[in-house]
C-alpha cells in the first residue's frame, strides 16, 4: 500500500550572543521556554479523501547591554522553532501536528539593559473526509501528546511565556462554521505562574485538569511530570456526507529578562512631572518598609513630531503605581517588589496596565536626569489600542521585536534631610513619574510586531469577544 503525506518542515535560526567580561550576580535574571509536541487530529469511521497543509514558523532575538557606558552584549539569547505538519493518507486520522520550540534569555551580571527571544509558528490543514453512514454527527478528537514542556523565570525581572492554540472551522454550504476555538496560555514572571484557557466550559475543565495533573511549580520553574497523561478533547461536527474541515494550530514561546537598574530615559514620555507648587505624592512608611503613591495628574505628553494631542483622553487622566515593598540591598542598589502599573484616561477608564514586579532604587543618575528609580516593563496586560492616539503614536507603535528599546518606568523624588540612611525614617515627598524608554532611540517608528506577542494575554482574548477596543493582543492579530 502507499501511504502518501505532505510534510513540511522548516528551522529558522538559533542566535547567540555573549559576553566575555560577564559577571555573576546575585540578582541576574534569566528566562527560558521549551516544548515537544504532536497533536493528532482523527474522526472515528471517516475515510480521507484528500487535503492541503501549510506551514509557517519564524524566531526572533535580541539584547541590549551596558559596560563602562559603552553598547555590548553580556547575555546569551536563543531561539527555535521547528514544526511539521503531516496529512497521512491513513483512514480516519485527518492531520498531525508536530513541533519542538525552545527559547531563553539570559544575562550574567545586574548590568544589561535586556535580552529577548521568541519563536512562533502558525500551521493549516485543509481536509476533504468522507463520513461514515449513516451520516450522526461525526466527532472530531484531537490529542495531544507531550514530550516536553517547561517555563523558567529567575528574578529580579524575567518572562516566560507558552501559548498554544488550535481553531477548528467546518464548511457547511456555502458557508463556514466555527466549531471550537481552544487552547492554553501560561507565563511565569518573577516566580509567579499565571495559567489560562480558551474554549466552552468543558474544554477549559479538561485543559485545566490535564493541568493540574500532569505539570509541577517547583520555585521559579514549571516542569512536565514524569510519564505524563496524552490530552484528549472531543468536537461534534455538523452531520455531512463529505467533512470539509480547517484546523489552524498556532504555538508561539517568549523569553525575556531585563535586570532592573539605573538608566537613561529616551523617546517620549507620558506621566506626571513634579511642579514647585505640588503638595507631597510619594509616602515612604519606614516600619513596614512600603513606598506608597498618590495617583498622580498626567500633565505632560512629549512628541517628536509636534503632533497635537489636546484633546487625547491621557490629557485630564492619571499614572497609578501600586505600593512597592522594600527586599533587599544588592550590588549598591535598593531593590522593591510591586504589582501594577495604570494608564486611566481623563472618563477614568483604564487603557493601559502593566505588570511592575521589580524596581530598583539607584540614585547614580539622580543629579543628571532627576530619577532614582527604575522598572523595566516585560509584561503588559491590557491596552486599549483605540482610546489614545498619543498612546499610540509615541509608545505602542516602537514596540517590535527588532527594537531596542525597553519600555521603563521611570521615577524621581527628593527625600529631604534623609542623609544616606533613606529608608531608616519616614517621609513624604512630591514626586516625578513617566512612562517611556530605555535603551537605543528609534529613527523611524515600526510595526508594533513585539507588542503583539509580549501582551499577556490570552484571558483577555474572551474581553475581545464582546468589546473590540479593551484588550490584550495575541498572535493572532498578525496578518
Known amino acids: 500500500m502507499i501511504i502518501h503525506k505532505i510534510i513540511i518542515f522548516l528551522v529558522i535560526s538559533v542566535l547567540f550572543a555573549v559576553s566575555l567580561a560577564?559577571?555573576?550576580s546575585s540578582l541576574v535574571p534569566s528566562a527560558a521556554t521549551s516544548s515537544k509536541q504532536s497533536i493528532t487530529a482523527t474522526i472515528a469511521g471517516s475515510s480521507f479523501l484528500g487535503g492541503i497543509a501549510d506551514i509557517e514558523t519564524n524566531t526572533y532575538a535580541a539584547a541590549l547591554g551596558l559596560n563602562s557606558g559603552n553598547l555590548s552584549y553580556p547575555v546569551i539569547h536563543s531561539s527555535l522553532a521547528a514544526a511539521e505538519v503531516e496529512i497521512p493518507n491513513d483512514g480516519s486520522v485527518v492531520a498531525n501536528f508536530n513541533s519542538i520550540f525552545s527559547t531563553s534569555a539570559t544575562s550574567f551580571s545586574s548590568e544589561p539593559l535586556f535580552s529577548r527571544a521568541a519563536a512562533l509558528s502558525q500551521s493549516s490543514v485543509i481536509a476533504v473526509v468522507a463520513a461514515a453512514p449513516p451520516f450522526d454527527p461525526s466527532i472530531l478528537n484531537l490529542?495531544?501528546?507531550?514530550?516536553a514542556f517547561s517555563l523558567q523565570a529567575e528574578p529580579t525581572s524575567a518572562f516566560a511565556y507558552i501559548r498554544d492554540t488550535i481553531n477548528i472551522v467546518q464548511s457547511v454550504g456555502d458557508t463556514g462554521v466555527q466549531v471550537m476555538e481552544l487552547g492554553f496560555y501560561t507565563f511565569l514572571e518573577n516566580g509567579k505562574q499565571t495559567i489560562g484557557f480558551l474554549g466552552d466550559s468543558a474544554v477549559t475543565q479538561v485543559l485545566e485538569s490535564w493541568f493540574d495533573s500532569n505539570t509541577t511549580q517547583a520555585g521559579n520553574q514549571v516542569t512536565l511530570n514524569i510519564s505524563p497523561d496524552n490530552l484528549n478533547i472531543d468536537f461534534a461536527l455538523t452531520p455531512q456526507e463529505f467533512l470539509v474541515l480547517r484546523i489552524d494550530h498556532e504555538h508561539t514561546e517568549i523569553s525575556y529578562e531585563a535586570p532592573p537598574v539605573a538608566i537613561r530615559q529616551v523617546e517620549e514620555?507620558?506621566?506626571?512631572l513634579a511642579l514647585s507648587d505640588d503638595n507631597d505624592q510619594v509616602y515612604w512608611d519606614a516600619s513596614a518598609g512600603v513606598l506608597s503613591f498618590d495617583s498622580l495628574p498626567i500633565n505632560t505628553l512629549t512628541t517628536q513630531l509636534n503632533q497635537q494631542y489636546d484633546n487625547d483622553v491621557?490629557?485630564?487622566?492619571?499614572?497609578?503605581?501600586?505600593p512597592l515593598k522594600l527586599l533587599t540591598n544588592a550590588d549598591g542598589r535598593d531593590y522593591f517588589l510591586g504589582e501594577e502599573l495604570r494608564l486611566v484616561d481623563k472618563n477614568d477608564n483604564i487603557i493601559y496596565r502593566a505588570s511592575l514586579p521589580s524596581i530598583v532604587f539607584d540614585d547614580a543618575l539622580f543629579a543628571d536626569q532627576g530619577f532614582n528609580m527604575f522598572a523595566p516593563i516585560l509584561n503588559i496586560l491590557e491596552v486599549n489600542l483605540?482610546?489614545?492616539?498619543?498612546?499610540?503614536?509615541?509608545h505602542l507603535d516602537k514596540l517590535n521585536f527588532s527594537s531596542l528599546l525597553l519600555p521603563e518606568l521611570f521615577i524621581g523624588f527628593d527625600p529631604l534631610n534623609s542623609g544616606d540612611g533613606i529608608w531608616n525614617q519616614d517621609f513624604n515627598a512630591p514626586v516625578t513619574t513617566f512612562l517611556s524608554f530605555s535603551g537605543v532611540p528609534s529613527a523611524i517608528p515600526e510595526p508594533s510586531v513585539f507588542l503583539l506577542y509580549m501582551l499577556a494575554l490570552v484571558n483577555l482574548l474572551l474581553i475581545r469577544k464582546v468589546n473590540t477596543t479593551a484588550v490584550a493582543v495575541s498572535p493572532e492579530w498578525i496578518n
Open 22 to 24: 560577564a559577571q555573576a
Open 143 to 147: 490529542e495531544w501528546e507531550f514530550n
Open 269 to 272: 514620555k507620558v506621566g506626571h
Open 314 to 322: 491621557l490629557n485630564g487622566g492619571y499614572l497609578e503605581i501600586d
Open 386 to 394: 483605540n482610546a489614545s492616539d498619543w498612546l499610540q503614536d509615541n
